[in-house]
């Protein structure tokens, strides 16, 4: 039985269980009767989805959370909000979030947070990495191009910067502190 087909049959389990509330005590009991059985009928269905879930890997126990298959964002949902959200931060319970505005829906998928294998020496490489990465992108020095850009900086060195934006987003989401020089 397919996941559609079990919560099509436990709304059915729930619509035929559905009873006025004036009824006498045998009825009340006949009633209970039934409902015991019906949910009994749907715990098997929530079992068998749950089961389905954890075998298609779409998270609950197993280490994974979702994300955006689109643009590679952790996605979530939150209380009082409909729907799948973008945020930036830590993803397992507890941990902290900044909701933003990808600009497109969320396409979820599942997956291990990565860097979880990280020792603290590796953490430190990376760390170094980040920093070496920035301190190369760094638009110092004398560029013709920049003098004559409108906006102070030509392409080449704009998009440096959007780079160096991103490596230190990568490392404050890894708890790194990097030092620009």
């Known amino acids: 039985m397919s996941a559609d087909q079990r919560v099509d049959r436990a709304r059915a389990l729930l619509a035929e269980h559905h009873q006025p509330v004036a009824m006498d005590r045998g009825q009340l009991w006949r009633l209970l009767a039934r409902f015991q059985r019906a949910t009994a009928e749907l715990a098997d269905v929530v079992g068998e989805t749950r089961s389905e879930l954890c075998v298609t890997g ?37 941990g902290r979030r900044t909701l933003f505005d990808a600009g497109h829906q969320a396409v979820i998928g599942w997956r291990r947070p990565p860097g979880l294998a990280l020792s603290p020496a590796a953490h430190a490489v990376v760390g170094q990495a980040l920093a070496d990465a920035i301190t190369c992108r760094d638009p110092a020095g004398f560029c013709p191009d920049c003098e004559t850009s409108e906006a102070g900086l030509c392409a080449d060195h704009a998009e440096d910067l959007d780079r160096t934006d991103a490596y230190l987003a990568v490392a404050r989401d890894l708890g790194i502190e990097v030092d620009r020089g």
């Open 58 to 94: 779409a998270g609950l126990d197993d280490g994974t959370e979702p994300y955006c298959t689109t643009c590679g964002q952790w996605a979530g949902m939150f209380l009082g909000m409909e729907g799948w959200h973008h945020f930036r931060g830590d993803p397992s319970p507890g």
